[in-house]
């Protein structure tokens, strides 16, 4: 998996991108929390749950069902969000895919159940340029620095780039429709 400090690259990439008007707080708040959610699985090691039960790490909170579960509660509460029912289920559910997708990139584990509960099987992308961080303590140590810092690299950077690109896009149609 990725470390759970670089999965909200996504949702933050795409609420700089789109402004506080766009993704107000609250909802930005629900994507970052979208995007580490599927890594609540982890609690699985503490019960005994084996790795590649279809409950254990990567399976079902890493699945496409999973996301669109997420996002249709985060949708429910859209008022909470102070969003338009849409654009929460919309920015929640890229928030929540990007996790599987982004561990799917990762050269370490059993792989993602995308497909679950229709299939078990599990997928990695066919380039694996991110380490896999280590899980619990282990984290904090020099290999977690390096993943971590290999992140910085292959997630936050792009995210920003993105981002930055986005936010600065709107700011010059904002200036265009001024003038």
Same mark, same amino acid.
Request: net charge positive; hydrophobic share 55%; with cysteine.
């Given at each position: 998996?990725?470390?759970?400090?670089?999965?909200?690259?996504?949702?933050?990439?795409?609420?700089?991108?789109?402004?506080?008007?766009?993704?107000?707080?609250?909802?930005?708040?629900?994507?970052? *929390? +979208?995007?580490? /959610?599927? %890594? =609540?699985?982890?609690? @699985?090691?503490?019960?005994?749950?084996?790795?590649?039960?279809?409950?254990?790490?990567?399976?079902?909170?890493?699945?496409?069902?999973?996301?669109?579960?997420?996002?249709?509660?985060?949708?429910?509460?859209?008022?909470?969000?102070?969003?338009?029912?849409?654009?929460?289920?919309?920015?929640?559910?890229?928030?929540? *895919? +990007?996790?599987? /997708?982004? %561990? =799917?990139?990762?050269? @370490?584990?059993?792989?993602?159940?995308?497909?679950?509960?229709?299939?078990?099987?599990?997928?990695?992308?066919?380039?694996?340029?991110?380490?896999?961080?280590?899980?619990?303590?282990?984290?904090?140590?020099?290999?977690?620095?390096?993943?971590?810092?290999?992140?910085?690299?292959?997630?936050?950077?792009?995210?920003?780039?993105?981002?930055?690109?986005?936010?600065?896009?709107?700011?010059?149609?904002?200036?265009?429709?001024?003038?």
């Amino acid at each position: 998996m990725a470390t759970i400090f670089s999965h909200p690259a996504v949702p933050v990439a795409i609420a700089l991108a789109l402004g506080n008007k766009t993704i107000p707080r609250p909802l930005l708040i629900a994507g970052i *929390i +979208s995007s580490i /959610l599927p %890594d =609540a699985d982890c609690i @699985g090691f503490a019960f005994h749950i084996p790795y590649a039960s279809q409950f254990g790490h990567r399976g079902a909170t890493h699945s496409i069902v999973f996301a669109l579960l997420v996002a249709a509660v985060w949708a429910w509460q859209h008022k909470d969000m102070q969003a338009k029912p849409l654009l929460v289920f919309a920015y929640t559910f890229i928030a929540c *895919i +990007s996790h599987p /997708l982004i %561990d =799917a990139m990762t050269d @370490g584990g059993l792989g993602v159940a995308f497909f679950w509960p229709f299939s078990a099987e599990r997928y990695f992308f066919p380039l694996n340029p991110i380490p896999v961080s280590p899980i619990g303590a282990h984290f904090f140590s020099a290999r977690g620095l390096e993943v971590f810092l290999t992140e910085l690299g292959m997630l936050w950077l792009p995210a920003f780039v993105i981002g930055g690109a986005g936010f600065i896009l709107r700011k010059f149609v904002k200036k265009e429709k001024a003038a």
